[in-house]
C-alpha cells in the first residue's frame, strides 16, 4: 500500500486559521467559541512559537467549521508562510452520541476496512517536526514544561520518547525529520503508571508510547491505514497498538456487543474500543472519507473511576458521592477507609495517582470477586459477601407452623449444618441459652440455623445483641417469613392445617391432645407478629434478610433460601443442589419426629414447666401422588441452543435471557409438561392412563418411554421465558394437554409462576410476536434441533 503523502497548502491553511482567528474574537462569527494559546518550543534554536487552537467538545458537532481537528498546533515557518504543526484526529463520538453514529447511519454511511484498536488508557501525545529540525511533542492541547516542579504530560512524554529512539539508535532530529518530510503527525498514547496512573494497569514492559495513528497536516482529516502506523512504530520504537481488522459492519457490531457484556477482552479490562473506517454523508454522491467513531464500555471501568473520586473525596475529608453500584462502592470504602487509616503515607500518593489500581484490585481479591462481576451486582441490588467461608447463623421471622424446622432439616440433610431448636431448651434463661448453644454449634458447622419464631422485635434484639456481644465475627441472616396483609388468613389457615395434622408431633404443641389452646397460642404468635425493618435496629443487624413466603410451602421456600445464599454467600453455599437433591431432602424433612417433648403454658414458652417428657413416635411418611406428566429434556443441550440463538441479536432482544442467566433465574432441569393433575376433571380419562402408566412403570421417577422433542422458537416477555417445542409421537401416546407445549425456561421471578407461560403463548398465539407496543418477542431457532425427551411422572410435595 502507498504511504499517503499531501502537501499543505499554504492558502488553505490561512484560510482556516482566518476562520479560527474570527471565531475566537467574536463567538457568533461562525457560530462556535475557540481559544487560541501561543507556547514558544523551548529547543528550538530560533525560537519559533506555535499556537494552540481549542474549541469546545460539544462545538466539534456543529457543521461547517473549518476543521475538526482536535489537537491542532500552527506555527509561521521562516518565510512567514502559516503551516500546521501538529494535527490530531477529527474529534470522534462514541455510538449512538450523534446522529452519524447510530448504528443504523454506521451500517449505511460507513464501508471497510473496519480497523479496531483498544481505546487505551492514558494520555494523548502528539508529535511532529518542525523546520529547524525540534521535535514538537504535544499533549492535547499544550507542549512544553508546565512549571519547574511538575512535569507536563508533553514533558513526560519527550522523556519516554528520548528513552525509546536511544533503544532504537536514532535521535529527535531524526524522527523529527522522518515526521516533516511526510508532512504527518505521529499520535500516541502515553501510559506509565510511574508517571501518572489512569484507570487501568500500565506497569514495566506495558508502560511506554502506544502510538496509535499518524495523521497528514491537513484541516482536513486524512490518516494512515494501521498497517502502516504500525510499521512506523516498530522503525521508531513505539509499543504498537493491538489490531483488529474485520470487513463486515456486522461482525463489528457483534463484536462489540459481545465485549461489552462483560468490559474485558482477552483477559484485561478495557475502556472501549476505537473503530476506524470510511464514511460518506452519502454513500451514493459523496466519497468516502477517514472517519473515526468510538465504542465505550460502560462497567466496569465507570464503576472503577467512581471509586478513585470517592477515595479522593474521603482522602480530602469530603463526603463521597456516588448514584451507581451502591452497596459495593460502599463497601470498598469501607475497605480504603481502613486501610488509608492503616498507612498514612498512601493518602498522599494516592492524591498522586498512585496506588490507585493496587487499591481496587487488593479490595476485589479480598472480595474474591471479578471487577465485571462486582459492577453487575447492583442489577439487583444484591449483598454479595464473597469473603464469609463460616460463623454463619440462619434466624427466622416466622410464626408457628411455618415451616422452620422442616426447612432447618433439609438444610442439615444437604450441607450437614448445625441446628438449635428453641424448643428442645427448657428451663430457666432460655434466650442467653439458646445463643450460647449456636455458638458452641458455630465451632463444627459453618452455618447454624438458630431454630425460633422471633417474631418480635425484643426477641431480635435478644439474639441480634447476644450474638455480636461474642469474640466470633457473625454474619447473622434473616429468614423472613413475611406476614402481608393480603397472604395473613391464608397463612393461618395454611399453618393451623399443618399443625392439626402434625397432631402431637411437636416439643411444644401437642395437637391432638389440646387443640383449643394451641390455636391460642398460635395465634398469639400472628397477633404479636411485628415484621421486619432493616432501616432501623433491631433489624438493621441482620447482615442479610433472605424473604420467603409462608403459604409457598417448604420445597419452594428451601430453593429460594438455597439459591439466594448461593448468590449472597457464594464461598457458604458454593453450588445449588439438584433439584433432585432438593427432593429428596424434602422426603427426609419432613419424616421428622421430635424425640423430645415438654408442655409450655399459654404464651408460647415464657415459662416453661415439667419439661423433657420424652415420648418416642414414629414418622408417618406421606403418600405421595402423581402431580404431574413431563418430558425431561437434556439441561446440556437446552442451555446450549439458548445460548447460541441469543449470541446473534441484539441487546434488546437479549436483555431478558441476559437477565434471568444472571439472576439465576433459568431452571436447572427443562420438561415439557403433559398435564398437571389439576386438569384432571377436565380430562379424567387420560389422568386415569398417565397414573396407571405411572403405577406400573413402578411410580416414583421411573423411565415411562422415550420420544423426540423438536424445539422451534423461544417466546418470552419481561416476565417470563418458554421455548415453543413440537413432540413427535406418533403413536400419540404422549398426549399434552396445554394449547401450546413447551419448556418453561424461567421466570422472572418467583412470584411469576412457570404455568403462566401458558399465558402468554395463549396471547402470542393470539397477536404474535414484536410490533408496536407489543412485549412479546420470539427468536426462531436457525436451525431445528430434535431433542431425545424422557417421560416421567412427577409426584407432589
Ligand atoms: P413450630 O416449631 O411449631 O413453630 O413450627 P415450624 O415453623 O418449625 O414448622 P414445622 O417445620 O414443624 O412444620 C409444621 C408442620 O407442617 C410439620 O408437620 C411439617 O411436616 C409440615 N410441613 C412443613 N412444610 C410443609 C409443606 O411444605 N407442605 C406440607 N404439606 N407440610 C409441611
Ligand atoms: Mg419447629
Redesign the pocket.
Known amino acids: 500500500m502507498a504511504t499517503p503523502y499531501v502537501e499543505q497548502d499554504v492558502s488553505a491553511v490561512s484560510q482556516m486559521i482566518s476562520a479560527l482567528e474570527a471565531a475566537r474574537k467574536d463567538k457568533r462569527h461562525g457560530g462556535f467559541s475557540c481559544k487560541k494559546t501561543t507556547f514558544k518550543v523551548k529547543p528550538s534554536r530560533d525560537g519559533i512559537d506555535v499556537d494552540s487552537w481549542r474549541m469546545q467538545d460539544w462545538d466539534y458537532k456543529k457543521k461547517g467549521l473549518p476543521t475538526y481537528a482536535r489537537g491542532l498546533f500552527t506555527t509561521k515557518n521562516s518565510r512567514n508562510a502559516p503551516e500546521i504543526a501538529v494535527r490530531g484526529y477529527d474529534k470522534f463520538f462514541n455510538v449512538n452520541e450523534v446522529n452519524e453514529t447510530k448504528w443504523d447511519v454506521i451500517l449505511k454511511n460507513t464501508k471497510g476496512p473496519y480497523e479496531l484498536t483498544l481505546k487505551e488508557n492514558g494520555c494523548i501525545i502528539f508529535v511532529a517536526g518542525l523546520e529547524d529540525d525540534t521535535l514538537l511533542v504535544c499533549s492535547k492541547h499544550s507542549t512544553g514544561d508546565r512549571s519547574d516542579v511538575e512535569l507536563s504530560h508533553a514533558r513526560a512524554g519527550e522523556i519516554r520518547l528520548e528513552k525509546q529512539l536511544a533503544a532504537v539508535g536514532k535521535t529527535k532530529g531524526d524522527l523529527a525529520r522522518e515526521l516533516r518530510s511526510r508532512n504527518i503527525t505521529a499520535v500516541a498514547e502515553l501510559c506509565d503508571d510511574s508517571f501518572e496512573e489512569h484507570i487501568l494497569a500500565y506497569e514495566n514492559d506495558k508502560a511506554g508510547l502506544y502510538l496509535h495513528g499518524i495523521n497528514l497536516n491537513l484541516p482536513e482529516f486524512a490518516t494512515y491505514p494501521s498497517n502502516l502506523v504500525q510499521e512506523f512504530a516498530a522503525q521508531w520504537g513505539f509499543i504498537k497498538t493491538d489490531l483488529l481488522m474485520m470487513e463486515d459492519v456486522n461482525e463489528v457490531k457483534t463484536f462489540l456487543e459481545d465485549v461489552a457484556k462483560t468490559g474485558s477482552y482477552s483477559g484485561r479490562d478495557v475502556e472501549g474500543f476505537v473503530i476506524r473506517c470510511k464514511m460518506s454523508h452519502n454513500p451514493t454522491q459523496l466519497p468516502y472519507q477517514d472517519w473515526f467513531f468510538k465504542f465505550k464500555f460502560e462497567e466496569p471501568y465507570l464503576m472503577y473511576r467512581q471509586w478513585r473520586e470517592c477515595t479522593k473525596a474521603m482522602i480530602s475529608g469530603k463526603q463521597p458521592k456516588f448514584k451507581k453500584h451502591i452497596k459495593i462502592t460502599e463497601e470498598y470504602l469501607m475497605y480504603a477507609k481502613k486501610q488509608l487509616a492503616a498507612n498514612p503515607n498512601l493518602s498522599k500518593l494516592y492524591n498522586q495517582n498512585h496506588g490507585i489500581i493496587k487499591l481496587r484490585d487488593d479490595f476485589l481479591a479480598y472480595k474474591n470477586i471479578k471487577g465485571s462481576d462486582a459492577a453487575n451486582l447492583d442489577v439487583l441490588d444484591r449483598v454479595v459477601m464473597t469473603e464469609v467461608t463460616k460463623n454463619v447463623i440462619l434466624a427466622p421471622i416466622?410464626?408457628?407452623?411455618?415451616?422452620?424446622?422442616?426447612?432447618a432439616l433439609a438444610l442439615k440433610h444437604l450441607f450437614g449444618w448445625g441446628h438449635i431448636q428453641n424448643?428442645n431448651i427448657s428451663g430457666k434463661g432460655r434466650p442467653p441459652r439458646f445463643v450460647k448453644a449456636v455458638m458452641d454449634q458455630l465451632k463444627e458447622h459453618p452455618v447454624v440455623f438458630a431454630?425460633r419464631?422471633n417474631a418480635q422485635r425484643h426477641e431480635r434484639k435478644q439474639l441480634i445483641g447476644d450474638v455480636k456481644a461474642q469474640d466470633v465475627e457473625t454474619r447473622i441472616v434473616c429468614l423472613n417469613f413475611r406476614h402481608d396483609e393480603e397472604t395473613i388468613d391464608e397463612i393461618r389457615r395454611i399453618?393451623q392445617e399443618?399443625?392439626i395434622?402434625?397432631g402431637d408431633?411437636?416439643q411444644?404443641?401437642h395437637a391432638a391432645t389440646d387443640q383449643e389452646k394451641y390455636m391460642e397460642v398460635m395465634e398469639g404468635f400472628i397477633k404479636r407478629f411485628e415484621e421486619c425493618n432493616t432501616n432501623s435496629p433491631p433489624d438493621a443487624g441482620f447482615e442479610l434478610v433472605i424473604d420467603l413466603d409462608p403459604t409457598a410451602?417448604?420445597?419452594v421456600n428451601l430453593e429460594t433460601l438455597v439459591n439466594e445464599l448461593h448468590l449472597s454467600l457464594p464461598n457458604v453455599v458454593k453450588e445449588v443442589p439438584s433439584p433432585e437433591k432438593l427432593d429428596e431432602a424434602m422426603e427426609y424433612?419432613?419424616g421428622?419426629t421430635p424425640d423430645f417433648k415438654h408442655t409450655i403454658p399459654d404464651r408460647g414458652g415464657k415459662k416453661d414447666s415439667k419439661a423433657g417428657q420424652r415420648q418416642q413416635q414414629q414418622a408417618q411418611p406421606k403418600k405421595k401422588k402423581l402431580e404431574y406428566m413431563a418430558i425431561g429434556v437434556a439441561t446440556d443441550l437446552i442451555n446450549k441452543i439458548l445460548d447460541k440463538a441469543f449470541k446473534g441479536v441484539g441487546p434488546e432482544t437479549s436483555r431478558f435471557y441476559l437477565q434471568l442467566k444472571n439472576s439465576r433465574r433459568v431452571q436447572r432441569a427443562f420438561h415439557v409438561t403433559l398435564m398437571h393433575n389439576a386438569m384432571a376433571p377436565q380430562y379424567p380419562e387420560l389422568w386415569k392412563r398417565y397414573v396407571e402408566l405411572h403405577e406400573a412403570a413402578g411410580g416414583g421417577d421411573a423411565l415411562l418411554g422415550e420420544c423426540d422433542v423438536i424445539l422451534e422458537r423461544v417466546v418470552f416477555d419481561d416476565r417470563i421465558m418458554a421455548i415453543v417445542v413440537r413432540i413427535v409421537d406418533e403413536e400419540n401416546k404422549w398426549v399434552c394437554v396445554n394449547r401450546v407445549a413447551h419448556i418453561t425456561v424461567g421466570t422472572r421471578d418467583a412470584s411469576v409462576k412457570p404455568k403462566e407461560s401458558n399465558d402468554l403463548l395463549a396471547k402470542w398465539l393470539e397477536v404474535g410476536a414484536g410490533g408496536d407496543g407489543n412485549v412479546i418477542q420470539e427468536v426462531v431457532f436457525a436451525d431445528k434441533v430434535t431433542a431425545r425427551g424422557q417421560v416421567k411422572g412427577v409426584l407432589s410435595?
Not at 416466622?398 to 426447612?407: D, N, W
Request: charge should be positive; aromatic fraction near 4%.
Open positions: 416466622a410464626t408457628i407452623g411455618c415451616g422452620k424446622t422442616t426447612l424448643d431454630d419464631n399453618t399443618r399443625i395434622e402434625r408431633n411437636h411444644t404443641i410451602g417448604t420445597r424433612a419432613l421428622y410435595r
